[in-house]
């Protein structure tokens, strides 16, 4: 039997200690036999209870779900500490010093003061940090994840091109709709998908990726055209719709 820690500890140090006691000889076999990859859908269930409990307006529930987002933080780098490679105290001080160094307009001398020159700054210093690495973004359509949900993943690509100034024949804006509109036809869309027995989700994914091919090509060829026939990038104006606007990629 493992020893409960102390309640005297500070609680996130209790919450480590109780996490590295789970996963130690005669701890929790489950969490015992869990890896990273393992885990991974767990974190991603966590995320959409947490968007549950925040539309509920119910803090309790909020409370509670913010805790089980944390112990998935937890797991991993507990899990990364038995594998040497990093631990908990590694991870905030990594966010810590990104936060820092990317929020100059905050902790320095940058003159951003716009969102919209926030959201340019930190994109620019971004970049900066990745270059040469393996994780260096060559194209402006870098950067958004694979598993994001079709939907969100084609909004997302739709705006990194807008900000690149990114334009094909397939991208150009639809007439105008009311938002009411555009969900009646997202929802007849899904109805279609199912009466057909189609994915919805596959067919986005799968169009969205035609799209990205599109874009990436008239990026290669706006990047070969001389400095003074290339045009500027445009202004997206979802990121300027409060109820449209997806949170900056970290």
């Known amino acids: 039997m493992q020893p409960v820690p102390s309640p005297a500890l500070p609680p996130l140090e209790r919450l480590l200690e109780l996490m590295a006691a789970l996963r130690a000889p005669g701890g929790c076999p489950w969490d015992r036999e869990q890896d990273h990859r393992s885990l991974r859908w767990h974190a991603v269930e966590e ?3 947490l968007l549950d409990a925040i539309e509920s307006g119910d803090d309790a529930e909020l409370s509670e779900e913010l805790g089980d987002l944390l112990l998935q933080v937890v797991f991993h780098a507990q899990l990364a500490r038995e594998r040497r490679a990093f631990d908990f105290d590694a991870v905030c001080r990594t966010l810590v010093e ?9 902790f320095g001398d940058s003159a951003a003061r716009s969102t919209e020159q926030v959201w340019t700054q930190w994109e620019t210093i971004k970049r900066a940090e990745k270059a040469g690495s393996r994780h260096e973004r060559a194209s402006a359509l870098d950067g958004i994840p694979r598993r ?27 007439p105008k709709s009311s938002r009411a509109q ?3 036809a997202l929802f007849q869309l899904a109805a279609t998908c199912q009466d057909r027995g189609w994915s919805a989700e596959e067919l986005l994914r799968t169009e969205t990726r035609r799209h990205e091919r599109q874009l990436r090509q008239a990026e290669r060829r706006t990047a070969a055209r001389p400095a003074s026939k290339t045009r500027p990038a445009s202004r997206s104006r979802m990121a300027s719709s ?3 606007k997806p949170l900056r990629s970290r």
């Open 148 to 174: 994001l949900p079709a939907l969100m993943r084609a909004q997302k690509l739709l705006k990194k091109a807008e900000r690149a100034g990114l334009r094909t024949p397939s991208t150009a804006r639809p």
């Open 98 to 106: 990104k936060l820092i160094r990317r929020h100059p307009h905050v």
């Open 242 to 244: 409060p109820a449209a």
């Open 47 to 49: 995320v959409y209870e």
């Open 182 to 184: 555009i969900a009646a």
